[in-house]
């Protein structure tokens, strides 16, 4: 199976699917022409010898530092920003960096040589996997340190995850680490995961719903379309599709329809509002991220239709530091609120069930420590939601004195949303159980067919 990369389509999901190891990558063909033009345009910088950064100068602070022609190749293989520390990434995350590394160097923009071009193809293709530390970035001038390991590894002088084999050029080092590719890389991850865990935390809360005898009326359609947010809209919808009992007959709720009950607690009523937001989050996450993933974050750029190689600042991290701080903001609140939904199951005050779900409680203690688990986690959670991106420490003698922290951002971000999948499915669990002490009840049919799957797995 092959994913085609021109630099302007990749999606968060084909990404998703170049990290398994189960895809290869094939660059377009028009790709390869603008690639070939580009590179035509550096050769004839390197023939009349004129002064660009990163082709004939240092880098950073050294930027005013002119290289000889005949120390060029030593300049871009010169290991010095393979600086990183830490765990090595893992080889889904190492593919999916050097993939998208792959989209970027196929808008056109690097300046890198087909021939090198091609040799990166063929180590992704091969699963060819740098060993690249995970920490070391600070999210401006791209993520100079991830991206060297990833370029030494591939030049057969960094250590690998297997086999290797090496080349080096002018403009070969540059091109290969100047970019966000580290940030993005991760954040495609974290916006898909997101996405994933906020549908199913919409079919969870119902399931809770369910279990506490909940009212389906703060979801009717009216009540949303005076607000109409879309994630608001399409989370009531969600619930109303799940639990209203005309659609899908309920037992459960029809034992219940005239008890009097006006309304329920925050985190039951509210899902629409609370939920609704962290879809509407991730989905402008999502743009950001899919724009960033099919970006030139190289510097120096080159333009072959002006014939100019410019230096700018497309590597700065911002745009994926501060909507990855945004996501983890928004995604920790569906934690939050399950850790209460959660409280409320096993509260035998609050749910009329027996105390911790469980029978013989004493005995037994049921979900009690699950629920602690649940809290530690949401706990740990308010800390790691702290924005990476508010923080900047000048680097490069003062070059380079605004960064992004991205790297950072990216990494916790999937951090918080592990956190929101555990406590999450502790909830799962705990609503599961509560459904058999109101047996022989059935609850609607999409519900009954959670409950099965769960019990599948879990008895």
Request: aromatic content about 6%.
């Amino acid at each position: 199976m092959v994913v085609y990369l021109d630099g302007e389509s990749l999606t968060a999901d084909e990404l998703t699917k170049l990290g398994t190891g189960r895809y290869k990558i094939e660059v377009t063909a028009k790709a390869w022409m603008k690639v070939a033009k580009a590179r035509e345009l550096v050769d004839k910088i390197l023939k009349e010898q004129k002064v660009v950064y990163g082709i004939s100068t240092g880098f950073g602070n050294f930027a005013k530092v002119v290289i000889s022609p005949d120390k060029l190749k030593q300049l871009q293989e010169n290991p010095s920003h393979s600086a990183g520390v830490g765990e090595p990434l893992s080889q889904e995350h190492t593919r999916k960096l050097l993939a998208l590394r792959v989209n970027i160097l196929s808008k056109g923009y690097s300046g890198i040589s087909p021939g090198t071009l091609q040799k990166v193809v063929a180590a992704f293709n091969a699963s060819c996997l740098p060993w690249i530390p995970s920490k070391g970035t600070v999210g401006a001038s791209g993520d100079l340190a991830p991206l060297s390991h990833l370029a030494l590894g591939l030049m057969g002088e960094g250590k690998m995850w297997s086999p290797k084999s090496g080349w080096g050029d002018a403009q070969v080092g540059l091109a290969l680490i100047n970019g966000t590719q580290l940030i993005t890389a991760l954040g495609a991850e974290a916006v898909e995961r997101a996405g994933n865990i906020a549908k199913q935390a919409d079919v969870i809360a119902a399931l809770t719903i369910e279990v506490l005898k909940g009212t389906t009326t703060a979801f009717e359609s009216a009540i949303h379309n005076i607000r109409p947010h879309r994630g608001q809209r399409e989370v009531a919808w969600r619930l109303r599709s799940l639990l209203h009992s005309e659609t899908h007959p309920s037992e459960i709720s029809q034992s219940h329809r005239f008890c009097g009950k006006v309304q329920d607690a925050y985190t039951l009523r509210c899902c629409p509002q609370v939920h609704g937001i962290v879809h509407d989050t991730i989905d402008f996450v999502k743009g950001i991220i899919t724009t960033e993933m099919n970006s030139a974050t190289d510097n120096p750029i080159v333009f072959t239709e002006q014939q100019e190689i410019l230096s700018a600042g497309n590597f700065h991290g911002e745009y994926p530091a501060k909507v990855l701080d945004y996501l983890a903001i928004g995604i920790h609140e569906l934690a939050n609120m399950s850790e209460r939904r959660i409280e409320r199951l096993i509260n035998q005050d609050l749910s009329g069930l027996p105390a911790f779900l469980v029978k013989d409680g004493g005995l037994n203690s049921g979900f009690m420590i699950a629920h602690c688990t649940a809290a530690s986690l949401v706990s740990e959670n308010k800390v790691l939601t702290h924005p990476a991106s508010v923080d900047s420490l000048p680097t490069s003698a003062g070059q380079e004195d605004h960064v992004s922290m991205g790297g950072f951002a990216a990494r916790k971000s999937l951090q918080v949303i592990e956190h929101v999948e555990q406590v999450l499915a502790i909830e799962l669990l705990a609503a599961c159980q509560g459904i058999e002490f109101l047996r022989p009840l059935k609850t609607t049919a999409p519900l009954e067919a959670v409950h099965a799957l769960v019990r599948s797995i879990v008895p």
